[in-house]
């Protein structure tokens, strides 16, 4: 089992693994993700209360959700890196950090440019927007610590353990709402009864969610492929592929 | 867009820019690392060759 | 400097950076939770006479008075429970609606009149086309207070 585990997770074999898997999950982001936005854009009802501005939603709501899974991924990874020094993981990790900070940007540059209509500010300090923010800032630190310490291994130990530690902020992210007073509203989606939101609307929002995690997939792929060589560029297998290009 | 043309756009634009920015970064760290492998490569097999002749 | 000193530099200046961004945002979100009020605990006198603070409430339908000739405009918030009168001169959100929820920030001016800096919406996480609504209230099944 561990030698199976070994040899799946090294990244010589994850190189030549991952090519059609990138091409498949590109395929479906692009298929899924273009659907998604007609729906979204031009099928979808006007909304009741916010008329067309709700139309934020279908980028707002998956990019935070992304936002949030990817640093669960890294989180996840690291810790793996950490305990069974599998180099793989430590490499997804990596690659992992810059997407999700990107997804986090989006999320709260989309929930400003929602806010000024909706509620009256572009900014507020409330527990749901701070605690998304400071999400951010936990990504930057890990690519700050990655790009700064030149030992690979130290690297991965020390940003590594700033993002499991700062895992505690995904569930302070999604409860915020319920435990503090905040001006953003509550969970539409993710509700033990029936969704607070139309039909019509959800569908869109489930695939444009779906679409960017396919999105995701590929591009962690791609990255982690570029970590692969970069690390082990002083290997075999890595000069051999060079080579050859 | 009912008048919130601005801010439904904007976020696409956004959206679409993050979209983009993550697709063409990793292409183009691709190619700086193999351009560098490439170089450490070289370098090599010239001290490789130098150091045969030296003997 | 060489490269490794000055990167030293920079991961130092940025975890300094994101220390000093997460304290104050903490703080003031502290803050914004301390000086929270509902219109009965204003009346009660319990909100601050001197620094602004927060009244959240649901605006009571057809106390919207708008002054002539100004952008300045009265309203009653309620908690249900009681009504306090809210003065702001500006634009307000589009999802100000009688009945829905705000949260007006300011402080109190000459007279005891509260004077609100920013009125922002609340609004609840119902999302549905205008036919639908119009159908639940029809049938009295939609729930018109929005939660604070």
């Not at chain 1, 793989?88 to 709260?108: E, N």
């Not at chain 1, 605690?131 to 630190?141: D, H, N, P, T």
């Not at chain 1, 929002?205 to 060589?229: D, H, I, P």
Request: net charge positive; no cysteine.
């Amino acid at each position: 089992m561990w030698n199976w585990i070994q040899r799946f997770s090294s990244p010589k074999h994850f190189y030549s693994m991952s090519v059609p898997l990138i091409k498949w999950f590109a395929i479906a982001a692009l298929v899924i993700g273009l659907y998604g936005l007609y729906l979204g854009l031009f099928v979808a009802p006007t909304d009741y209360k916010q008329g067309d501005s709700y139309r934020i939603i279908f980028i707002h709501v998956p990019a935070a959700w992304l936002a949030m899974f990817i640093y669960m991924v890294m989180a996840v990874s690291a810790g793996i890196g950490i305990i069974w020094r599998i180099r793989l993981a430590d490499m997804v990790a990596a690659a992992s950090a810059p997407i999700g900070a990107s997804f986090t940007f989006l999320a709260l540059v989309t929930g400003s440019l929602w806010g000024k209509p909706m509620w009256g500010t572009y900014w507020i300090w409330d527990a749901r927007l701070t605690s998304m923010l400071i999400l951010l800032f936990l990504y930057l630190g890990y690519m700050a610590l990655q790009s700064a310490i030149d030992d690979q291994r130290s690297a991965d130990k020390a940003s590594g353990l700033l993002a499991i530690v700062g895992a505690v902020n995904i569930p302070i992210i999604h409860y915020s709402v319920e435990w503090w007073n905040t001006l953003h509203q509550g969970a539409s989606v993710a509700k033990f009864d029936a969704p607070s939101i139309h039909i019509d609307m959800l569908i869109p929002l489930l695939l444009m969610a779906v679409a960017f995690k396919l999105f995701y997939a590929t591009m962690v792929l791609v990255r982690t492929r570029n970590e692969s060589l970069y690390r082990d560029r002083n290997r075999r297998w890595v000069r051999e592929i060079v080579e050859k290009l | 867009m009912g008048g919130y043309a601005f801010f439904v756009w904007g976020s696409y634009a956004v959206a679409l820019i993050v979209v983009l920015g993550n697709i063409v970064t990793p292409i183009m760290q691709r190619k700086k690392v193999i351009k560098r492998i490439k170089r450490t490569i070289k370098r090599e097999s010239i001290e490789l060759s130098r150091s045969n002749q030296g003997q | 400097m060489n490269k490794r000193s000055r990167r030293k530099v920079l991961v130092l200046a940025l975890v300094f950076g994101v220390s000093i961004a997460t304290v104050l945002g903490l703080t003031a979100l502290e803050e914004n939770m301390l000086f929270f009020f509902s219109p009965t605990q204003v009346n009660a006198g319990e909100a601050p006479q001197e620094r602004s603070f927060r009244v959240g409430g649901l605006v009571v339908p057809g106390s919207i008075n708008r002054l002539p000739d100004s952008l300045t405009v009265q309203f009653e918030v309620t908690d249900n429970a009681e009504n306090m009168t809210v003065e702001y001169t500006g634009i307000l959100p589009d999802l100000f609606r009688e009945g829905e929820g705000i949260v007006a920030i300011g402080s109190f001016a000459a007279g005891g009149r509260f004077v609100a800096d920013e009125v922002l919406a609340k609004h609840d996480e119902n999302y549905m086309p205008p036919e639908v609504a119009d159908a639940l209230k029809a049938s009295g099944q939609y729930d018109y207070s929005g939660k604070m």
